[in-house]
């Protein structure tokens, strides 16, 4: 089940970038951040897939949805332009960030790279 975080659960769940300056993900296991608004096609097309991969990698990935409309904050403080955009976070590493409604394919293949998840 993807969960919509607002600025304090992003603080307390993703980065708190009040407190740290450098990343320093809060998560126990890896996640997506999805940045949409309701109104973006797009954005519509990839969240059947992202609820689909949040059902089949349960346990072992979290997809979290932002509201930019909303949560204006948010999108400003990652510099996101353009919907979607998702917000890669692995473990260990820095996040990554890709724009555009990627297939499933894709999104399988980048939970798999470079989030180390597996089903």
Known sequence: MTELLNKKTFLEKVFN???????????????I???YADWC?????VAPILE??????EGKINIYKVDTEV??????????RS????????????????QGAL???????VMKD????EK
């Open 114 to 117: 470079f989030l180390k998840v």
């Open 52 to 57: 689909q991969l949040s059902e089949e990698y």
């Open 41 to 45: 096609g797009p954005c519509k097309m």
């Open 103 to 109: 297939p499933k394919a894709q999104l399988v293949q």
């Open 83 to 98: 919907i979607p955009t998702m917000l890669f976070c692995p473990m260990e590493e820095s996040p990554q960030m890709a």
């Open 17 to 31: 970038y009040e407190v740290n300056k450098e990343w320093k993900f809060e998560g126990d296991i890896p996640c």
């Open 71 to 80: 949560e204006q904050e948010l999108a400003a403080a990652f510099a996101v």
């Open 33 to 35: 951040i999805d940045f």
